[in-house]
């Protein structure tokens, strides 16, 4: 999911997902999870320690998070560039900030961002792997990381929005579509009656 919308584990089976809307709604797939384990701890894939033997660093927040190579990260992965500025705006009122550093370059390499009211609901945005780095566990990783500190903060209500081709990245880490058949709506200007 962007800014327009990151466990080998599956979430457990009293975490119940469900649907809800993103950047592009015409392209994506509102999905979600609710959980009543708020607190509980979640496993990961990798821990931070493997994780750096690889020569990737964990950050949480955005302190050190360079935003141009953030912006390009976005850019890689055919996302809009966006102004620095208001990404430092929206960062500002993120409540949950995990990326990956490249230990050699410096450079951001992964991303992935909640908000949320803090207590019941949170929506996951702009998660993001640079290409050079795809397919090697970053992505689950920080999801797992994401989702294993909204837990703990005992939010329970998580959704995001994902492009279609992306489903299957998500649904083993507990996302599902529509479930319930609850569906996620999306204003839009475009088809909002005259
Ligand atoms: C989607 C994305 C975040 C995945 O990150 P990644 O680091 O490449 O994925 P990982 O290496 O952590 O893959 C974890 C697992 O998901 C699977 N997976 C990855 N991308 C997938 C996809 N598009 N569809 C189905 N499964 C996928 C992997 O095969 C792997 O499976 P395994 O655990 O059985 O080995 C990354 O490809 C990306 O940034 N894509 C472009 C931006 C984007 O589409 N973001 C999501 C917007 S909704």
């Given at each position: 999911?962007?800014?327009?919308g ?5 979430l457990?089976?009293?975490v119940?997902l469900?649907?809800?809307?993103t950047?592009?709604p ?8 609710s959980s009543s ?18 020569g ?8 050190g ?13 055919g996302f809009?560039?966006?102004d ?6 929206a ?9 990956v550093e490249?230990?050699?370059?410096r450079?951001?390499?992964?991303f ?11 929506i ?5 792997v640079?290409p ?8 689950k ?8 500190e909204?837990?703990r903060?005992?939010i329970s209500?998580?959704a995001?929005?994902?492009e ?5 990245f998500?649904r083993p880490l507990?996302f ?8 996620g709506?999306?204003?839009s ?6």
């Amino acid at each position: 999911m962007l800014l327009r919308g990151t466990i080998s584990a599956a979430l457990p089976p009293s975490v119940r997902l469900r649907a809800s809307p993103t950047r592009t709604p015409a392209r994506a797939v509102a999905v979600g999870a609710s959980s009543s384990c708020g607190g509980r701890d979640y496993p990961l894939s990798i821990s931070d320690a493997a994780l750096e033997t690889r020569g990737f660093v964990l950050r949480r927040g955005s302190e050190g998070l360079d935003l141009d190579e953030l912006n390009a990260v976005f850019v890689a992965v055919g996302f809009p560039r966006r102004d620095p500025e208001k990404i430092r705006v929206a960062l500002e009122h993120t409540q949950a900030v995990l990326w990956v550093e490249h230990r050699k370059s410096r450079r951001p390499v992964a991303f992935a961002r909640a908000t949320g009211d803090g207590v019941f609901n949170a929506i996951i945005w702009d998660v993001v792997v640079d290409p050079s780095f795809q397919g090697i566990g970053l992505g689950k990783a920080i999801i797992e990381r994401l989702l294993q500190e909204l837990l703990r903060r005992g939010i329970s209500n998580i959704a995001l929005y994902s492009e279609p081709r992306v489903l299957g990245f998500y649904r083993p880490l507990g996302f599902v579509a529509d479930p319930d058949g609850i569906r996620g709506m999306v204003y839009s200007k475009k088809h909002k009656k005259k």
